[in-house]
């Protein structure tokens, strides 16, 4: 069996080849790539995988060694501009039926609908029979939760940087809803769905409802897998966020529900992976003028509230981090905490349960059929500021209570994330699609 995947990313093996840095997003797909190639003999699957790419790349077609095993990938680069999801490109369209025709798949498989090459992908195959797509988030329903409850005069500023830029708060949400437009198309096109939670499934069933929809969990990143967090080792009163950079993130309801955690824990401190909303501002001088010219109006936000809440000393960003540096941030913080509008089911929660820590996330999109509240840990009404502060506390605590949700946790994100089971059911989904 021929199966084609549609990646967002470059992946690893294929940066190592070309001896660039490879991306820490999405490091599931290599542990599920690797799974593959290892079992090619009993699977008979030959995997080729496309990627995203400048021109420089957007002809790369090599047939690459697999590490530690006989295993051959096949390896195509696609142009695409990814910081411009909102564009749809017809040249991609067009490598991607060269690729195809010069591949011949049995089937296509492509992971995520964010980015318009899906939909290319999907136009260039045009065998909807044949056609898969693994839900990872969805554009079309984000849109709806972008502006995540920011106040009116944040919403609709303009900074200098946002006019410089052209991408201001509300430029950036028709952004997403733009990626909405071809992410629905997509789907449409498409005969088969891989999902994981019931909000998934609810909203592809409903614009495709001839698509068969193939429940499947997703594998994390294979780091994760060994480890655990003990309160011993931690740094006592930390809280750990995976990302802080747009609104969607929820960054400011964490900053919100600060003074009423610190009224009880003056020692509570804040640790943000991702890119740092204010980050330019911060190495020109926050306090300065070219500084404030290179903030956007969330980043101003942001700094605004930090200022308010007396926690400038308190908040620290700490840049992209890599899969190790992400599990020993994990390990060493006290508590995890996902305040975002919207999600499917967040990898970083995820992530967190594995290593057994204790984890407060909102109640948003899908998050609780893979996290269950009072048991697991604990869920909030999403935006609620004062229950988030509650639950963070309660974190803080600590006692038997929070143990217990650190094992149960983990327990129950080893039967949701279980690489073997989940490449099993793969290999059943890849067999139903071209038996039928």
Not at 83 to 106: C, G, M, N, V, W
Not at 192 to 199: A, D, F, P, Q, V
Request: proline letters at 3%; one cysteine or more.
């Amino acid at each position: 069996m021929r199966v084609l995947w549609i990646c967002n990313i470059m992946l690893p093996l294929v940066a190592e080849h070309l001896k660039l840095e490879a991306s820490n997003k999405e490091g599931w797909l290599t542990g599920l790539g690797n799974t593959i190639l290892r079992h090619q003999k009993e699977n008979g699957i030959e995997l080729g995988v496309c990627f995203p790419a400048g021109e420089e790349l957007a002809e790369f077609d090599r047939t690459l060694q697999a590490p530690e095993t006989e295993a051959k990938i096949h390896a195509f680069g696609f142009c695409e501009d990814v910081h411009r999801a909102e564009a749809y490109d017809e040249k991609t369209e067009k490598r991607l039926r060269e690729i195809i025709q010069k591949f011949s798949p049995d089937l296509i498989h492509c992971f995520g609908t964010e980015y318009p090459h899906t939909l290319a992908a999907v136009r260039a195959f045009g065998n909807r029979g044949r056609t898969l797509i693994g839900i990872q988030g969805l554009c079309s329903i984000y849109a709806r939760y972008f502006r995540a409850d920011l106040p009116d005069h944040v919403w609709r500023r303009t900074t200098f940087r946002d006019r410089v830029k052209q991408d201001d708060l509300r430029r950036q949400y028709e952004k997403y809803v733009q990626r909405g437009v071809y992410e629905i198309e997509a789907v449409q096109g498409a005969g088969h769905i891989t999902g994981r939670t019931k909000w998934d499934k609810k909203y592809t069933e409903e614009w495709n409802p001839r698509a068969e929809y193939h429940f499947m969990n997703e594998t994390l990143r294979s780091n994760f897998y060994g480890g655990r967090w003990q309160e011993e080792n931690c740094k006592k009163y930390s809280i750990f966020l995976s990302q802080g950079d747009y609104p969607i993130k929820g960054l400011h309801y964490m900053l919100r529900a600060v003074p009423e955690i610190l009224e009880k824990y003056p020692e509570a401190e804040i640790y943000v992976a991702g890119n740092s909303i204010i980050k330019s501002a911060a190495e020109k001088g926050i306090n300065g003028l070219k500084g404030k010219l290179k903030l956007e109006s969330y980043g101003k936000y942001i700094l605004q509230l930090m200022k308010e809440t007396g926690t400038l000393h308190k908040v620290h960003f700490l840049g992209r981090l890599d899969a190790e540096q992400m599990k020993q941030q994990y390990l060493k913080s006290h508590v995890f905490v996902c305040p975002s509008s919207i999600e499917n089911s967040p990898n970083s929660v995820g992530e967190a349960m594995l290593l057994g820590m204790p984890v407060v996330c909102a109640e948003v999109g899908g998050v609780a059929d893979i996290f269950a509240n009072g048991v697991d840990g604990l869920l909030y009404p999403a935006g609620d500021v004062k229950r988030l502060a509650e639950a963070v506390k309660i974190m803080f605590a600590g006692g038997e209570r929070v143990r217990a949700y650190g094992e149960s946790a983990r327990v129950h994100a080893g039967r949701t994330h279980d690489a073997r089971k989940n490449y099993e059911r793969l290999m059943e989904i890849y067999g139903e699609i071209v038996k039928d």
